[in-house]
């Protein structure tokens, strides 16, 4: 069985710019979720997705964070524009459903925002 | 709010030797419990989850927790620590509603040889 698929793995981008981060979950997996993992810190959740419909955005800034699941597989999560807090690693996970424990984590994107 | 807290940021042990690692949650009813591993540039990998039955959770690589309720605690436990352990350890509970896990800051485990 495939993982859970991120890309890129690494990304520096100035301050004011915009990022696009891409996760690929398991096959067949209807729920998807986006971490944030800062320096020294536990990963928290940005969003979960249930199929293609959004379940918990509420530690999402929505003010420059954005994330989408078209179709119910892939994900993209963007930020525009991009501050120096940003900098952290993104985690992907997936799950069969909101009721399977099992959760799955891609490798995560580390994004450094200089 | 749920919670989870890992007191020890950094623990170092010599190989072989036993280990455990401390985890203690804030949660109103029976919690969910999890350890996840993390080595450098990985992804999180779920060691052991704890949600009923017996206290005592056998999981992967030699790993085993156990449940206190009257501590409020999930401590991790290896017996015997490989180099290849070295790496970050995460508790987390699964908050309740929409099923999301809320973590510790995490331990970092050193081995020395």
């Known amino acids: 069985e495939a993982g859970v698929a991120q890309s890129p793995r690494y990304k520096i981008i100035e301050k004011r710019q915009s990022v696009a981060f891409w996760c690929n979950p398991i096959?067949?997996?209807?729920?998807l979720y986006w971490y944030q993992q800062i320096l020294g810190q536990g990963p928290k959740l940005l969003i979960q997705f249930q199929n293609n419909g959004v379940v918990d955005d509420s530690q999402l800034p929505k003010d420059r964070f954005s994330a989408e699941r078209l179709k119910g597989v892939d994900s993209t999560l963007k930020i525009q524009p991009a501050k120096l807090e940003d900098s952290a690693v993104y985690l992907c996970?997936?799950?069969?459903?909101?009721?399977?424990?099992?959760?799955?984590f891609g490798s995560g994107t580390r994004l450094t925002v200089v | 709010a749920q919670s989870v807290t890992q007191p020890d940021i950094h623990i170092t042990v010599s190989e072989g030797a036993s280990l455990e690692l401390r985890c203690n949650y804030s949660y109103g009813a029976t919690p969910y419990l999890f350890w996840y591993v993390q080595s450098p540039g990985q992804g999180l990998q779920l060691l052991l989850k704890y949600f009923s039955g017996d206290t005592l959770v056998q999981g992967i690589k030699g790993f085993e927790a156990e449940f206190k309720r009257s501590q409020s605690s999930f401590n991790l436990r290896k017996p015997s620590v490989h180099w290849s352990d070295a790496a970050e350890y995460f508790c987390?509970?699964?908050?309740?509603?929409?099923?999301?896990?809320?973590f510790g800051a995490g331990t970092r485990l050193a081995v020395h040889p």
């Open positions: 987390a509970v699964l908050s309740g509603g929409y099923n999301k896990l809320i």
């Open positions: 996970a997936s799950s069969q459903d909101r009721n399977d424990y099992g959760y799955t």
């Open positions: 096959s067949g997996h209807a729920t």
